[in-house]
């Protein structure tokens, strides 16, 4: 069946460095989105991207679709303590009309 | 602010008793996922509805586990009989279309 993966499984940064999540998938997907978890919470929608080669931004997030929408990236700029989470990606298979979440990169924040 | 709502918030049961989990979408969505999450497995998809009419509960074990939406209003998740093992956070969530807005869970724990 389809999985997704997503590297690094876990990041310790020191704020204000820079960090970025990746997301595979082992089938082409329609879609992908982005979920953010806080610690003891739930998955809270980031974002979707649709189109071969989209890049997304809000504020410090930078979101990628590959150009065979296979992969994405999401990439924080200057990290806060804010972002501190986990961060799945989620694929919409095409012709299945399924989601697939990903494995999720926990990303912890030191001030 | 709309939310998803579920209910209980956590449950302590013991093997081989039945288990219901409930859950109110956000008004106007017209579907409804129900989620699983476990350290090992990560964020399972169990189930979900499109205007109330199950689509997809392959990810779902048939033989203890039934997903019903007896109402726009209401989606019902049930454990008949729980096992240990079925010990997670479950989530439902409900959107328009694939983005999706999850509830705070029910967090389980089966003795």
């Known amino acids: 069946g389809q999985q997704v993966m997503q590297i690094p499984q876990y990041q310790h940064v020191q704020e204000g460095e820079d960090f970025t999540t990746y997301c595979n998938s082992s089938t082409t997907l329609s879609n992908i989105q982005w979920y953010k978890q806080r610690p003891g919470g739930h998955p809270v929608f980031l974002i979707q991207l649709v189109k071969s080669g989209e890049v997304k931004k809000q504020k410090r997030l930078t979101f990628q679709f590959g150009e065979a929408k296979k992969n994405s990236s999401l990439h924080i700029t200057a990290t806060q303590t804010t972002d501190v989470g986990t961060y799945f990606c989620a694929g919409e298979n095409t012709g299945f009309q399924k989601l697939v979440f990903g494995t999720g990169t926990r990303l912890l924040v030191s001030p | 602010d709309a939310r998803v709502t579920q209910t209980p918030r956590h449950k302590v049961t013991e093997m081989g008793q039945e288990v219901t989990m409930r859950c109110q979408p956000i008004?106007?969505?017209?579907?409804v996922f129900w989620y699983r999450q476990t350290m090992m497995q990560g964020l399972e998809l169990l189930a979900y509805?499109?205007?109330?009419?199950?689509?997809?509960d392959s990810g779902m074990p048939k033989d203890r586990f039934s997903a019903e939406m007896p109402d726009a209003t209401l989606a019902t998740l049930k454990i008949q009989p729980s096992e240990p093992r079925d010990s997670a956070v479950y989530f439902c969530?409900?959107?328009?279309?694939?983005?999706?807005?999850f509830g705070p869970g029910t967090r389980l724990l089966v003795l």
């Open positions: 008004l106007g969505h017209n579907t």
């Open positions: 509805f499109r205007n109330r009419a199950p689509l997809d």
């Open positions: 969530a409900s959107g328009l279309g694939w983005s999706q807005y």
